[in-house]
């Protein structure tokens, strides 16, 4: 993040941070190597550092933890006691601070060559073939050649119905439904989540109006497919 971009970031209470940082720590526990946010977090009488792991609304407590000499170390911070956060460790998150001011742009290491979104879907039909015992076809929707950022969903969107067929694998009837009523899913990008089915063919679109933020959950997506079987 640049000075420049900095100076757009606007004021925030401790409470919208933590949400944020929580949605951070949402999307990268997700990853290979997750890059967790690293807070100080000081309270009316201490200060704490480390990792940034987890938000519990109800109970109001933040989680952190770090590791020294393979020695982890766990801190429960009351969210009433907090009287300042300090973030590092977000550079690529800034549009998350930025209440939209700063507009999201991966990184390009995350952005998959349209090559790689191919061999992605073939490796994720071996899977379905797999889990499943039917040949299942998968296609990616679009208009024209599909921008960076186009390309970076679509890439979330494999992973996500990755997630999602192992729990429709795991369960004996969601399975047989699925065997007998699809042989195709296709999915698309667009501004809300649906699912409609015709002919064998379902034809999913995952909103992306919010980014990653407006993905459907697993479970979700699930229930989606179901709805139409």
Same mark, same amino acid.
């Given at each position: ?23 951070? &720590? ?17 309270? =009316? ?14 109970? !109001? ?18 969210? =009433?006691?907090? %009287? ?16 939209? !001011? ?39 929707? =679009? ?12 890439? !979330? ?14 369960? =004996?009837?969601? !399975?047989? &439904?699925?065997?007998? &009523? ?31 933020? %407006? ?15």
């Amino acid at each position: 993040m640049d000075y420049k971009t900095m100076l757009q970031l606007p004021v925030l209470d401790t409470n919208e941070v933590i949400n944020i940082l929580q949605e951070i &720590a949402d999307i990268e526990r997700k990853e290979d190597r997750p890059r967790m946010p690293k807070v100080t977090i000081c309270t =009316h009488g201490d200060s704490a550092t480390g990792f940034f792991v987890n938000y519990d609304a109800e109970k !109001k407590v933040v989680f952190l933890c770090d590791i020294y000499d393979r020695d982890a170390q766990f801190q429960y911070i009351a969210v =009433h006691t907090i %009287s300042s956060i300090s973030l590092s460790n977000i550079n690529k998150y800034g549009y998350l601070l930025s209440k939209g !001011k700063i507009p999201f742009t991966p990184d390009s290491s995350e952005i998959p060559t349209g090559l790689q979104l191919k061999k992605d879907i073939k490796a994720l039909e071996l899977e379905f073939k797999d889990a499943l015992g039917k040949d299942i076809s998968i296609m990616y929707k =679009h208009d024209g050649t599909p921008e960076d950022l186009d390309k970076y969903y679509a890439s !979330k969107v494999i992973s996500l119905l990755k997630e999602t067929l192992s729990k429709i694998a795991s369960d =004996h009837l969601a !399975k047989e &439904a699925f065997t007998a &009523a699809i042989s195709t899913v296709e999915f698309a990008l667009g501004n809300k989540n649906t699912s409609t089915l015709n002919k064998n063919v379902v034809a999913l679109t995952i909103d992306i109006t919010k980014g990653l933020k %407006s993905f459907p959950k697993a479970i979700t997506l699930q229930s989606l497919i179901e709805k139409g079987l």
